[in-house]
């Protein structure tokens, strides 16, 4: 085999590995009328609470002409709420209404319990180590999204 092709294709292995995941989500996402960008977006907000669209993107790996029209849509499903940010009128701020938060306490205990199926399947310890693993590839390759959230900001 060519030296160019020695290693394993990471980027395709780590697809697959969002795909076997996802499939264990997907179902329970549309049951409840959601899109995996929708609640991506819903669970970015509960955690690190109102944040401007770019930073969103960030934290929620969505482009930026994407996520125009996801939040239009979750606006007007009354989902999240957009306001110009008080010391610069240029900026805007999403935050989740009250109609998101009562979604995602719908959500949430499947999304558990698909978390916990997971971990009886792969064991807490190996799953640990996937999560640190991650966290060991995509820091230093400098694509954090802790990187747009503000310093302290652990919620």
Known sequence: MPRALRHRNLPQLMLQAREALMARFRPVLTAHG?????WRILRA???HGPREPHQLCVLCQISSPSISGVLLRMEAAGLVARERVAADQRRV???ITARGRQLARRVAPA???GYAEIERQVG????QRVYDALDAVIEP????P???AP????T
Not at 34 to 38: A, C, D, I, K, V
Not at 124 to 127: D, E, I
Not at 141 to 144: C, S, V
């Open 146 to 148: 802790r990187a747009s």
């Open 34 to 38: 959601l899109t995996e960008q929708q």
């Open 141 to 144: 390759l400098g694509a954090t």
């Open 124 to 127: 807490v310890a190996a799953l």
């Open 45 to 47: 907000l509960l955690e």
């Open 111 to 113: 999304v558990e319990r």
């Open 93 to 95: 701020s999403v935050s």
């Open 151 to 154: 310093k302290g900001d652990d």
